[in-house]
């Protein structure tokens, strides 16, 4: 098998990849399936650590790839490791922000709607029968 791809994908992340996709794939489907990423994967910033941080956006999750940058020019950056596309972590929770407030004001509203009266529903009309004539009809009157 010839390299190819943007980065050198470490076993570990190949590894992590089956484990995050549900563990049904091979070693060398999940190694082709990272290649395939790392082409169309966007870099999204640096982190803290000097690594780089890509997601991919293609059919399927946007999986998220922590890239080391190598300290020699000519080497390949390394794919380290596979993170979900969401992992769950949010910031906590500071007084005045938006996702404190957030439930006051749903409460509000449903507080609002509960005591706005609900319209009565106007009777719905039945159809009027209308005569149709016929051209039987008329050729009969003629």
Do not use: C
């Not at 999940?30 to 790392?38: E, Q």
Request: no cysteine; charged share 25%; proline share 11%.
């Amino acid at each position: 098998m010839t390299a190819s791809g943007r980065w050198f994908i470490t076993p570990h992340a190949v590894e992590r990849f089956i484990e995050l996709t549900g563990g049904g794939m091979s070693y060398e489907g999940a190694l082709t399936r990272l290649i395939s990423a790392s082409q169309t994967a966007d870099l999204r910033k640096q982190l803290d650590s000097g690594a780089l941080l890509y997601v991919h956006r293609g059919t399927g999750p946007r999986w998220r790839f922590i890239v080391a940058v190598p300290s020699e020019e000519g080497l390949l950056p390394q794919l380290i490791t596979v993170r979900p596309p969401h992992d769950g972590w949010q910031p906590p929770a500071q007084p005045g922000n938006a996702r404190e407030e957030q439930p006051a004001r749903r409460r509000r509203r449903m507080m609002e709607r509960q005591s706005d009266p609900v319209p009565p529903r106007e009777p719905e009309r039945k159809p009027r029968l209308v005569e149709v004539i016929t051209v039987r009809r008329i050729y009969e009157r003629g």
